[in-house]
């Protein structure tokens, strides 16, 4: 009877599990598994910039079908801005490529390679060579967004802020490295001071300099913010300032907040496809043409 019991109650448990992993699209979620989807070609290794003559790479996901010219979006990983590879957005990538988005998934210079503001100089880089190859891979030039995570999601926020691109997605993005060294734990600020080539102690002004919120002004980008309430590694605090003042100065943003979520939430599930899905309307609605 007590077995019983336990499978009477797990039973809804695993039943409830398997209908949650079944409104996954195995070409876009597939656990550690990537397919990539039908109808997605991508041209792989190719290089974008050759900054000190060393070659950078992006893989670039295009629709097979279409005339064009495609939307496009720029995707920058995190990782600290000292670790992490190209291949972190590819399933974002490959599925809205299956929407009619070309999509560029680029490396940049790492913080153990080269300082601020190498991997900002990168990242503009590489939107720079979507528009000077727009006409090769049928995009067009003037309908490029961008999105990244973590430190990504502050490069990408930098290029939103700058005037780069005029539609940024930016999953738990750091916005404020002032605010994180004036208040941060001292291991904590570490990774900035690597990045930055500085601690805040030595050159505040750079850290301002490097945060997205101070280049905040009517001509940014429109953005959508995804943020998990419950992170600790880039406080849920830094989309809300952003999300705020962005606001303050009459520019079009939204928050996505996955609550109870951490750092990374939107790369797997429950929260990959709710993201992703969230992040395809976002930039439906916002590069495609009317």
């Not at 090769?136 to 030039?141: A, N, T, V």
């Not at 809300?240 to 750092?263: P, Q, R």
């Amino acid at each position: 009877m007590a077995n019983n019991d336990v499978f009477s109650k797990c039973l809804p448990l695993a039943i409830a599990f398997l209908l949650m992993g079944s409104c996954f699209s195995p070409s876009v979620w597939s656990g550690e598994r990537f397919r990539l989807p039908d109808g997605v070609r991508v041209e792989q290794n190719l290089v974008y910039s050759s900054p000190g003559g060393r070659d950078l790479h992006l893989d670039l996901f295009l629709p097979e079908e279409g005339r064009g010219l495609f939307p496009a979006v720029v995707y920058i990983h995190g990782g600290g801005w000292y670790r992490g590879n190209r291949n972190a957005f590819r399933r974002q990538a490959a599925h809205l490529a299956t929407r009619g988005f070309a999509g560029a998934c680029i490396e940049y210079r790492l913080s153990g390679e080269a300082k601020y503001p190498a991997a900002v100089q990168d990242s503009k880089a590489a939107v720079g060579w979507m528009r000077a190859n727009a006409a090769k891979y049928r995009i067009d030039p003037q309908r490029i967004g961008a999105a990244g995570a973590s430190a990504g999601g502050h490069l990408v926020a930098l290029l939103g802020v700058t005037g780069e691109v005029k539609v940024v997605a930016a999953f738990n993005p750091v916005v404020d490295l002032v605010s994180i060294g004036e208040r941060a734990p001292s291991s904590a600020r570490t990774v900035y001071a690597q990045f930055l080539g500085a601690t805040y102690a030595q050159k505040p002004e750079l850290w301002a300099e490097a945060s997205p919120l101070t280049h905040i002004d009517k001509n940014s980008a429109v953005f959508l913010l995804l943020h998990g309430n419950a992170d600790t590694t880039v406080p849920y605090q830094q989309s809300l300032d952003m999300l705020n003042k962005l606001k303050a100065a009459g520019v079009e943003a939204e928050l996505f907040t996955a609550e109870g979520a951490g750092h990374g939430f939107f790369a797997s599930p429950p929260w990959f496809e709710p993201a992703l899905k969230r992040m395809e309307e976002f930039f439906l609605r916002h590069l495609s043409r009317n």
